[in-house]
Every structure is written in structure tokens, then in C-alpha cells.
């Protein structure tokens, strides 16, 4: 939601409103524009762009509670490295052999992922039961806080279809000269 005031235009968070089930039907409709964005921002400052998103990250961030969308959790299925199988066997007393094979798969990448979507740790009131010790891929997305967002804006448009925070920044950077 957009609204007037004062000559300057101060934002409320739209992601708050969305219901994450919604979001991917929402983001579809802009593909488009959104394309037209990511052309236009890779030629943009890159100094002034990271400031700009990560000043949106946190501030939308700080409005959104994560466990009124798990979307992330539900449909993609994050990288697990040697260094997560590692810290979840022994957060879950399992040897690592065993929980390799209770819950992870080699992708076509030849990275290990969960086997199953949505995510084997996610509970039924949107908590992760190894939130402490989740994957790095976890605790890194949706990306919109790491340096050089100039590199993730492909990766950006299709996290818009999943993740409502993503969804709004880009929607920011629209309305923006930059
Ligand atoms: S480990 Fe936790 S944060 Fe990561 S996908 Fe599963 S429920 Fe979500
Ligand atoms: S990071 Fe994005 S997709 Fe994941 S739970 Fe939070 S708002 Fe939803």
C-alpha cells in the first residue's frame, strides 16, 4: 500500500497484506514489468543499489513475521552443505549417515536437498524445529541483505514469486529513479 503524504511518498509494508498463498499469481502478473526492472537496475549504481535494498530488507523485515508466510519452507528446497549435515545429525543425536538418508537427496546439481518438500523440520504452526541450527541456505535467504544485489536480480525475480518481502522491494525499486 502506497500512500500520499506530504509531497514524499512513505510506504506501508504491502508484503504484511498479501497472503502468501497469493503471491506467486500476484508476481506473475508483473512479470513484465519485472523484467523490465531487472534490465534496468543491472546498469544502475551498484554501491547505491546494495544500500537501497538493504535498507528495505531491514526495514520490511522488522514488520513481517516470517511464520504468517513459510513459503521458503514449503517449496524451495535449500542447499544442505557437509557443514549443515554435520550440525543437524548432531542437533538431532543421529549419526550423519542416517540422517543423510532419512532426509536428504543428490539434486541434478549434485547438491544434497531435502528429500520432500515442504521442509521435514517445518511444524504444523510454521516454526522450524532446528531453527538454531538450520542450513546456511536458510538463514541466507531471500538474499536481499548480501552485498552485490546487482548479481542475485535474475535469482530476485523468481524469489518474488515465493517470497512477499522480495515481492514488495522489487515493487519499491520500480517507483524508484535509480
Ligand atoms: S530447515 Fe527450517 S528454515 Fe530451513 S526450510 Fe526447513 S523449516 Fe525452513
Ligand atoms: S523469507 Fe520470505 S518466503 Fe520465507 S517465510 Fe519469510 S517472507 Fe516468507
Not at 535498507?55 to 513475521?65: A, M, P, R
Not at 524445529?129 to 535467504?141: D, M, N
Request: contains cysteine.
Amino acid at each position: 500500500m502506497v500512500v500520499f503524504s506530504c509531497r514524499s511518498w512513505v510506504y506501508e509494508s504491502i508484503a504484511t497484506v498479501i497472503a502468501p498463498e497469493n503471491i506467486k499469481g500476484i508476481a506473475r502478473q508483473r512479470n513484465e514489468a519485472t523484467r523490465k526492472l531487472i534490465t534496468r537496475l543491472a546498469s544502475s549504481d551498484k554501491r547505491r543499489l546494495d544500500n537501497i535494498v538493504h535498507g528495505f530488507h531491514h526495514e520490511i523485515f522488522s514488520k513481517y513475521n516470517c511464520m504468517q508466510c513459510a513459503n521458503c519452507c514449503r517449496s524451495l528446497g535449500p542447499r544442505i552443505t557437509q557443514r549443515d549435515i554435520e550440525v543437524l545429525a548432531k542437533t538431532l543425536k543421529q549419526k550423519q549417515q542416517s540422517f543423510v538418508e532419512t532426509y536428504l537427496r543428490i539434486d541434478s546439481d549434485g547438491d544434497y536437498v531435502f528429500k520432500q518438500m515442504p521442509c521435514p523440520f517445518l511444524d504444523g504452526d510454521n516454526s522450524c524445529r532446528v531453527y538454531q541450527h538450520r542450513p546456511k541456505a536458510c538463514r541466507e535467504y531471500p538474499h536481499t541483505d548480501r552485498p552485490r544485489f546487482y548479481q542475485l536480480l535474475a535469482l530476485s525475480a523468481k524469489n518474488a514469486e515465493v517470497c512477499p518481502v522480495v515481492y514488495e522491494i522489487l515493487l519499491r525499486l520500480e517507483k524508484m529513479k535509480i
